[in-house]
Structures are given as C-alpha cells and as structure tokens.
C-alpha cells in the first residue's frame, strides 16, 4: 500500500460519489494560486462532512480554521435555509481567499468568517450568545486542539456532534516520545476526550490523497 494507491482510490470514488462544481474547484485553484498550504480536507472527506451535518439535521455550524474555506463551502450546503456556519481563521490572508470563495458560492450570505486566534474569537463567540452550534469542526493548529474541544462544548448543546480532523499524524500519534508539537498537542487532546464524561467518541484512520491521518467523532450526551 502506498501513496499512489491512496490516491488513485480517492480519484475514483470522488469521481464517482463526489463530483465537484465549479466553486469547490475554484476554492481548490485559488487557494494555490495564493500559495496557502494543500491541507483542506479531500473532496470525499468534505462530503462526509456535509453528510454528517445533514445527518444530525445541523442548522448551525461552527468551524475552527477556515484555510480558503474548501470544507467550510462543504459545511455551508448542508445547512436548510435560514441556517449559519461561523468559521474562524487566525491569518488574514486566508480569510481573504476564503472570502472570495463564499462569494463566488453564493454562500457569503449564510457564512461568518471571523479574523483572529480561535483562543479570542471563541470566548466572544461565548459572550455574544451565539451558539448552540448543532455541528463543530475543529481543524486549526493542532496544538490549540484540547482548548478548542473545551471551547466546543461550552458552545455545544446536547446531541451536538464534533469532528476533529488530524488525529493520526501519519501514525505518529501512537508515539508517546514524539517530539512534534502537534503530536504532543493531539495526545493531550486525546486524553481529554477520553476523559470527558459529557460526551461519547471514538476516532478513526483514514488514508488517500492527503496521506495516512485520521478524524475523532464525537456526541454531546450530557449537558454541557
Ligand atoms: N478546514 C480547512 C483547513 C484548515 S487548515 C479545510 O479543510 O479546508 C488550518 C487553518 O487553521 C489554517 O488556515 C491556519 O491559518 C488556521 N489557524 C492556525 N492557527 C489558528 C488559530 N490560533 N486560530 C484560528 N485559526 C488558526
Ligand atoms: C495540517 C493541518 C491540517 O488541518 C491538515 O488537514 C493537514 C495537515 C498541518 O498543520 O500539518
Ligand atoms: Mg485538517
């Protein structure tokens, strides 16, 4: 098994299940173009955000780091009308290339991109009142990742789901020596999961086009 494989799979399923429009290759493309890092989820990954948005009837989302707002786009069109994703994006010149990607989906109108550390914009997010967020996906630095899961479900509400991507680190969260920070940010975060009594979970590996990783799952199952 190696890379190639992964990716000539992920090529023929998401030809198949997830062909992509015009604004989800553009987000793709611009992204690029601006030089922002090739690490938003796959297109078969984004369906499966979308599909697990639609599957708990999410009306509102919320995400942490929004990159050039590939999965963000994903998780906007599995909201009904009158539904909300809040996206949050510490780098300005992301925002600005997400930005113009919600524009050009036609989702600018439901989508509230906010500039700054997640560490900030979420305690105002706390303050204004704004959750409960029905669906939470948490996929910025991953060192941040256990304060984010706190700051989740203080915006959570019973039968709420959370998603954390980048949980595998090619396997290197097996490694209890590792010395990525990252790493060692995903350990901590993965003993507070197992900790936390108000919520059922698991994760799971994933391999293709974007390598060896992985995605924890998780419900709100008590009050938060
Ligand atoms: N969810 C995106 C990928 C996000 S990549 C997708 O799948 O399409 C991680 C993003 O988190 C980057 O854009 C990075 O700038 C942002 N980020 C890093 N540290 C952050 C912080 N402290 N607060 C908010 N965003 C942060
Ligand atoms: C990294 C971040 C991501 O969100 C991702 O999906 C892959 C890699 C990273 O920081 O290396
Ligand atoms: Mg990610």
């Not at 900030?120 to 669906?135: I, S």
């Not at 256990?146 to 680190?169: P, Q, T």
Request: net charge neutral; charged share 25%; with cysteine.
């Amino acid at each position: 098994m190696n890379q190639e494989q992964w990716t000539s799979v992920d090529r023929y399923i998401t030809d198949l299940l997830v062909p992509e429009d015009a604004a989800l290759r553009e987000a793709t493309r611009s992204s690029t173009a601006a030089g922002l890092p090739s690490i938003s989820v796959s297109p078969n990954e984004g369906k499966l955000l979308h599909l697990l948005a639609r599957m708990c009837g999410a009306s509102r989302i919320l995400e942490i780091g929004t990159l050039g707002g590939y999965s963000t786009i994903w998780l906007a069109r599995a909201v009904p009308a009158g539904g909300r994703v809040v996206t949050l994006e510490v780098d300005a010149r992301h925002a600005e290339v997400a930005r113009a990607n919600f524009a050009r989906a036609g989702l600018d109108g439901i989508i509230d991109l906010r500039v700054g550390r997640a560490l900030d914009t979420l305690p105002r997010l706390a303050a204004e009142g704004a959750g409960a967020f029905d669906f939470i996906f948490i996929d910025a630095d991953k060192a941040s990742t256990a304060e984010y899961f706190g700051w989740a479900l203080k915006l959570a509400r019973k039968r709420s789901v959370i998603v954390v991507d980048n949980v595998v680190r090619k396997g290197a969260v097996a490694d209890a020596a590792s010395a990525d920070a990252s790493v060692q940010g995903i350990r901590r975060f993965n003993e507070v999961l197992a900790a936390e009594k108000r919520v059922s979970a698991t994760a799971i590996q994933t391999v293709g086009s974007k390598g060896y990783d992985g995605f924890a799952l998780a419900v709100v199952t008590g009050d938060v």
